[in-house]
């Protein structure tokens, strides 16, 4: 099955196709907002990881611990150019010392390999693009680890149900699959695309409901966690996507590309700019790296990280010029739309070194 094929069984099962992303929209309208979701990511990809020195190796290139995270575990990172612009963003999961997969935008891996690869070349290690080989699926909702523990028969007891930080293989047909725990509402699925139709039929048929891409992108928004795109890359510093207080980024682990330029900022507290969640009335979706500004013609204060559709609004993470903010200013897109913003689910301003 290659990925024109899976849009065709997707099709058949329901789906509208818009720049790629798979909407559930009218099959969605007599369901409960309570209901586990099902959700394809094709427009998500990933880069595998492999060989004696893969940890290594990216220690020292990627801002999150690695050597601290256990096996089998995940967490938020990214990778930064000498000036300490993340050129990607990722959830990087680590199967061992010696397998790590990055899931991050199909459309960013390409620059994020490429990027890593010339740092590759004095260790063991192996890097490529699985985007088209490998698959992800997502189950959102209310505890979604332990529901996606007890439909991938991946614990035989509560105790041992998925939580959030934590990733799984298992079985499928003969072949290895992953499932790791963004949080407690996300669990994200990686399986070889050839046996994604079957995993889907089976999931839909035990009870979460088909969705569209924009709930899981919703739901990353809602928990105040950015993406990187290719219109993004080198736009923004780790701090300015409050990536230091979601655990992505270490200050005791040493050297990694862009560290003094990360550390300084931090030690001096020199952000001038951090990323907030907002609402703007319903209409075109803005594009990550769009300008956001001030009223009448006003200078450029921001820019937009990622943007969803929340019922008739859009919702949105913006990073933006923290003085501005401050002073109660009026901030709006180029088209006229005001932000309204939003509580983030965690202290965006709070000290990772206190």
């Known amino acids: 099955m290659d990925q024109q094929q899976w849009q065709e069984f997707l099709s058949s099962q329901g789906a509208q196709w818009n720049d790629g992303a798979a909407d559930f929209s009218p099959a969605e309208n007599g369901s409960s907002g309570a209901e586990l979701r ?34 089998e575990h995940l967490t938020l990172g990214s990778h930064c150019n000498p000036k300490g612009r993340m050129i990607s963003a990722f959830h990087a999961l680590k ?25 590759a070349v004095f260790f063991k290690t ?6 088209d080989s490998q698959h992800w699926l997502a189950l959102c909702g209310r ?10 028969n991946l614990s035989h007891d509560s105790s041992s149900d998925l939580i959030p930080g934590q990733l799984r293989s298992f079985d499928h047909n ?61 736009m923004f510093i780790p701090q300015m996507v409050n990536l230091q207080v979601l655990g992505g980024v270490s200050f005791k682990k040493g050297c990694y590309t862009g560290q003094e330029v990360v550390a300084r900022m931090q030690y001096l507290g020199a952000a001038k700019r951090r990323m907030y969640r907002a609402r703007i009335d319903g209409g075109e ?33 913006a990073v933006l010029t923290k003085s501005k903010v401050a002073d109660g200013e009026s901030l709006q897109l180029a088209d006229g739309r005001v932000l309204e913003l939003l509580e983030l689910p965690y202290d965006a301003d709070a000290d990772p070194l206190a």
């Open 38 to 71: 099902l959700i394809d990511l094709s427009p998500m990809g990933a880069i595998a990881i492999n060989g004696p020195d893969s940890q290594k190796f990216l220690q020292g290139q990627l801002t999150c611990d690695l050597v601290k995270l256990p096996d």
């Open 174 to 234: 003969g072949h290895r699959a992953l499932a790791a725990c963004l949080g407690e509402r996300n669990v994200v699925i990686q399986l070889p695309l050839e046996q994604t139709a079957d995993l889907w039929q089976k999931l839909a048929g035990s009870g979460p409901v088909p969705s569209s891409y924009c709930r899981w992108q919703y739901q990353l928004i809602e928990a105040g966690v950015p993406q990187v795109y290719q219109s993004s890359s080198e």
């Open 143 to 152: 505890d979604a680890g332990a529901a996606a523990s007890q439909l991938l």
């Open 126 to 131: 192996q890097l490529e693009d699985v985007s």
């Open 285 to 317: 979706l803005p594009q990550p790296a769009a300008e956001i500004f001030t009223p009448a013609g006003g200078s450029s204060v921001g820019n937009i990280v990622q943007a969803s559709r929340a019922g008739d609004d859009v919702e949105l993470l």
């Open 95 to 119: 199967i061992s010392q010696t397998e790590f997969v990055l899931l991050l935008p199909r459309d960013l891996v390409t620059t994020a390999l490429t990027a890593l690869k010339k740092y």
